[in-house]
């Protein structure tokens, strides 16, 4: 999930992180993390370090064979910092299988409530609130999925040090993912030296290489080495001034604005300035792009939105704040068609008691506010890196996979934005455009090049998988076999 801000709130956000301040940081200790992890491959071990976080009695789960688990893992003892995660080993051999991290964006929006729940994970929250529906595409098929709730503040994660939440950007984000996964292979260590990938989608598109890059570069200590190949990323925010241009660009070819108003954009937005809102007519023009898009689904330009008058979401906040509406308003399909209420189920569900003490988050007694997304997050934060292009090209350069979808009919992040962010690296093309196939049918459109493949996703919203659940897992499979989707029909 992204958001969009007021274009004077974007202003804001900008004076923001020119005034912020850089926040003390105590990275865990890094002999903590090397040494003892890799004993222990045998089983008995594993569950001995990790069985208080079995998930064994989750309300309204289907019966299934794998195993989960959930909790809290510390990711800074001085400052009292928490990330939660959730836990799916592989529904068959998890031994033999990698292991995927999964991220959502926001900034501030829940990876278990829209990649666990909504996505990819083996339970769908249901239409009530009150239960868990199997997924048949889960892509715990193919790998062994941890979802992460990052950073402090979102979900369930937290800080016990209230200034924690007010400095929260892009690399802090990455440093505590980092001590994160430590921790955890401290914890699940037959996972230490697994093969290893970060996926994600939205500003995940900015978190994932973030996370890779660092890893990388920590990877040269061989006793912090993490056996990262590759990533994944799916309509994801990647160079602000490409993704602006594609942004406009795309609701004017998708007749969302007048022709006037994308001239006007055209010709007095210069979206690679530090300064592009103080031009009037450009920020006035950008204003009524999003003005349209709060008339409909930014993130499935085709499918209804939710009219649920026990939403959340009230009207008048929709007013206060641009496009938290929608974010009540993604359009899942799940069994006999589409739902795009699901956010507000979710909400249900992870606010129970017992849920919450079943997930190792509470007592059941002292709640934790659970919210898909914290706007406080969002619009607080400190520290965003305009492009992670060059990151990019660290990891091509490393031979990492790097695999970018899109599906094209979000307006949020849109194919093309991902194509001109994509275009400006140059990559020789090593195959040509042409179509690839699932059940028969065109999946999408294909592109590689040297060192990158990106894909379309036909007629799918921002968040792909739930849209083109068998597409989705089908691609995820090629994926980590790095073998090229399906040319034939
Ligand atoms: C945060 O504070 C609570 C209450 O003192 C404590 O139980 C918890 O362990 C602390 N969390 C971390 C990560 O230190
Ligand atoms: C991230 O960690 C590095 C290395 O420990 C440190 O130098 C840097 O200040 C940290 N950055 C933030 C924003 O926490
Ligand atoms: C914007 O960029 C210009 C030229 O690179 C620089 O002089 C100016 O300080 C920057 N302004 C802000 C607000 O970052
Ligand atoms: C939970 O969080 C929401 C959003 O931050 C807030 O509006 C609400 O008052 C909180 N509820 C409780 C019980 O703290």
């Known amino acids: 999930m992204a958001f969009i801000p007021k274009v004077l709130s974007l202003f804001n956000l900008t004076l923001a992180l020119l005034l912020s301040h850089i926040s003390v940081v105590v990275v865990a200790r890094h002999a903590q993390w090397s040494g003892t992890e890799t004993k222990s491959?045998?089983?008995?071990?594993?569950?001995?370090?990790?069985s208080d976080h079995l998930v064994s009695n989750l309300p309204g789960q289907p019966n299934v064979d794998f195993r989960h688990y959930a909790g809290y893992v510390t990711v800074n003892e001085f400052s009292g910092r928490a990330l939660f995660y959730w836990f799916y080993e592989a529904w068959s051999f998890p031994e033999e299988k990698p292991l995927v991290l999964w991220l959502n964006g926001g900034p501030g929006c829940s990876s278990v409530g829209y990649g666990a729940t909504q996505e990819i994970g083996p339970f769908i929250v249901g239409t009530d609130g009150n239960d868990l529906q199997l997924n048949p595409y889960s892509w715990n098929r193919e790998a062994n999925m941890l979802f992460l709730e990052s950073p402090v503040g979102v979900g369930f994660s937290y800080s016990n040090t209230t200034s924690d939440y007010e400095n929260l950007g892009d690399d802090s984000t990455a440093n505590d993912t980092y001590a994160f996964l430590h921790n955890w292979f401290m914890k699940f260590p037959s996972y230490r030296t697994r093969t290893f990938y970060i996926a994600g989608e939205s500003y995940a598109g900015k978190y994932v290489p973030e996370l890779a890059g660092l890893i990388h570069d920590r990877n040269k200590d061989p006793s912090l080495f993490i056996n990262l190949k590759g990533i994944l990323l799916g309509n994801p925010e990647t160079s602000d001034a490409e993704d602006w241009k594609g942004l406009v660009d795309y609701a004017w070819s998708h007749a969302v604005v007048s022709d006037e108003t994308h001239k006007t954009i055209r010709e007095s937005c210069d979206f690679t300035s530090n300064d592009t809102w103080s031009n009037n007519d450009c920020s006035q023009a950008v204003d009524?792009?999003?003005?349209?898009?709060?008339?409909?689904?930014?993130?499935?330009?085709?499918?209804?939105?939710?009219?649920?008058?026990?939403?959340?979401?009230?009207?008048?906040?929709?007013?206060?704040?641009?496009?938290?509406?929608?974010t009540s308003k993604m359009m899942p399909r799940i069994l006999g068609g589409y739902d795009p209420c699901l956010d507000d189920y979710a909400k249900g569900y992870y606010n129970k008691p017992e849920v919450q003490k079943a997930l190792h988050v509470s007592d059941g007694l002292h709640l934790k506010n659970w919210t898909i997304c914290n706007m406080d997050i969002f619009y607080g934060w400190s520290q965003s890196k305009d492009s992670v292009l060059p990151i990019?090209?660290?990891?091509?350069?490393?031979?990492?996979?790097?695999?970018?979808?899109s599906g094209d009919t979000d307006g949020r992040v849109p194919v093309l934005s991902t194509r001109y962010s994509l275009s400006s690296l140059g990559l020789p093309i090593t195959r040509?455009?042409?179509?690839?196939?699932?059940?028969?049918?065109?999946?999408?459109?294909?592109q590689e090049y040297e060192g990158l493949t990106f894909a379309t996703f036909r007629g799918a919203g921002h968040a792909v998988p739930i849209f083109k659940p068998s597409a989705s897992l089908a691609f995820f499979t090629s994926f980590l076999l790095g073998e090229s989707p399906s040319s034939h029909r």
């Open 41 to 50: 491959n045998n089983q008995n071990n594993r569950n001995i370090q990790n």
């Open 392 to 405: 990019y090209k660290k990891l091509i350069d490393a031979k990492l996979r790097i695999w970018v979808y």
């Open 288 to 326: 009524e792009v999003l003005k349209q898009y709060k008339e409909i689904d930014i993130y499935s330009l085709y499918t209804s939105v939710c009219i649920n008058a026990n939403s959340a979401y009230s009207e008048n906040k929709a007013q206060q704040v641009m496009f938290k509406k929608t």
């Open 432 to 446: 040509a455009w042409r179509p690839w196939y699932n059940q028969k049918q065109v999946g999408g459109w294909l």
